[in-house]
Each structure stands twice: as C-alpha cells, then as structure tokens.
C-alpha cells in the first residue's frame, strides 16, 4: 500500500527532522504502508529539510518519496509555477482550496457558505477543479470534492457538475487522490464520494490514496474504509511516482 498525500512539518507544527520524518515512517510500516509521500503545503515550501528527507529515507524500510501540495489559485500561475519546480520532487500535487481566493475548508470560517448560494458555490468550486486538473500543472488532484467537508450540500441536484468534471479530469491524464481525511471531517466520508469515484473509474482515471495525516498517528488512517471502497469500485491498482516514473502497486 502507499500513502502519497500527507504532511510532517503540517501547519508549521514540527520541524522536518530526521527524527519526526522517521516517526511517520514508524506507523507507516506498522500499518503495511510500502511507500510514503511527503507533500507539503506549498506556503511551508522553506520548511522542507532536503538533507533530512534523504537521510531520513536512507534509513527507513519504508520507499520515502517527495512532493508538495499546491493550492490551485487562478491567476497564481507564477508563484505556482515556482512552488512546482523548486525541488527534486518525485510528483505534484494541485489541490482546490478556495473559490474567488477564499478558503472553503476553513472550520473557524466558514461565511464564505452563507454568502454563496450552496449550488453556484459548488459550480465555481468545480470549475476550479477542472482548470486545475486541465492545467498540466500537476501529476495528483487532491481530494477532488473538498467543497462537501462541512455537509453544505445544495439542494438541486449537482449529478451533471460530477460528470463534467470526471470528464475534464479524465482527459487532462492526471491521476486522482482518494483521501481519507474527510473521514475526520463533518462530511465523515472519502473525498471523493462513491459517486464521483465510479465516474472516474468509468473513464479509466487512475488514482493514488492518502491519509492526508498532519501527524504520525494519522499515517494510512481510514484505510480500513478506503481499500475496500476502490476495490468495490473496480481499481485493481495504484500509481506510483518516482524521479518523474510512473508505475502501478496492486491494491
Ligand atoms: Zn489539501
Ligand atoms: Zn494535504
């Protein structure tokens, strides 16, 4: 198994050392997760300790890999592009965060709900996937539905913005991350939904999981929910990143 979306220095709560990197490896290999990718918010790109990160995978039995998460912001396509190019990652992540620049995942804030109505915030929230996906800026979508964390759901029916959508993501090549940490959230369930998921399973997306852990505990957290569903699904597979090479691990 391989958990290729999670985060050691998190919200600036711990240093990339050695010895935290090490503490996610620990859980890592008791809970039969192969390889580990370490994908960093972007805004926290200083805080990625090179040396550690290899020192780190010279020492654990666990297949270290390195990436970084970017937050899709239109028109931030500079600043991304730096983000993306600035170390020797083995993959890039592009995750939507926000609609019109403001964070829609935000526990403490969430007025951005109130002033949209529920069903166009979902249509720009899905636009920006789809720009994000058909951008070629990334190799990994984030948790493809994040906009469903606080159960704001519209009430009109958003089947046609899924089909769309899996529709762009399926032609841009990118491969989708089934993350687990809506599982933690208000939703109580993996981004993306069963539904969204079997869209992309028709269309041939591949995808990768993740726990999106912001602490060692949280390392392959929800997998026990998440195998089963892409395996009822129909994924057979994951893919795998490695110095730019792609390659597939059976699920
Ligand atoms: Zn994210
Ligand atoms: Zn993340």
């Known amino acids: 198994m391989i958990d290729y979306h999670l985060h050691v220095v998190a919200h600036g709560d711990r240093p990339m050392t050695v010895e ?29 300790d090179l040396a550690a990160f290899q020192e780190a995978r010279e020492k654990t039995g666990v297949g270290l890999r390195l990436g970084i998460e970017i937050d899709f912001v239109p028109g931030k396509e500079e600043p991304m592009d730096r983000f993306a190019t600035a170390l020797p990652y083995d993959y890039v992540i592009g ?27 979902y249509e720009a929230y899905y636009a920006n996937v789809r720009a994000a996906a058909l951008s070629g800026r990334f190799d990994v979508l984030g948790h493809p539905d994040l906009i469903k964390i606080f159960r704001r759901f519209p009430q009109r029916d958003i089947t046609e913005m899924l089909e769309e959508t899996a529709e762009a993501v399926a032609e841009s090549g990118i491969v989708v991350d089934v993350n687990a940490a809506g599982l933690r959230k208000p939703v109580a369930e993996i981004y993306p939904s069963r539904k ?11 995808i990768i999981l993740s726990s999106d852990a912001h602490a060692p505990s949280e390392v392959g957290a929800g997998y026990k929910q998440s195998i089963p569903l892409v395996r009822d699904v129909g994924y057979r597979e994951v893919v795998t990143f490695s110095g730019g090479e792609r390659g597939t691990l059976p699920l």
């Open 20 to 48: 935290n990197i090490l503490a996610y490896c620990a859980v890592a290999k008791e809970r039969g997760v192969l390889q580990m990718g370490i994908t960093e918010h972007d805004r926290y790109l200083d805080e990625i």
């Open 95 to 121: 995750s939507v965060h926000r609609v019109d620049g403001e964070e829609v995942d935000r526990a403490t804030d969430q007025k951005i709900y109130d002033r949209y109505e529920t069903y166009d915030l």
């Open 196 to 206: 969204l998921l079997e869209m992309f399973h028709r269309r041939g997306v591949p």
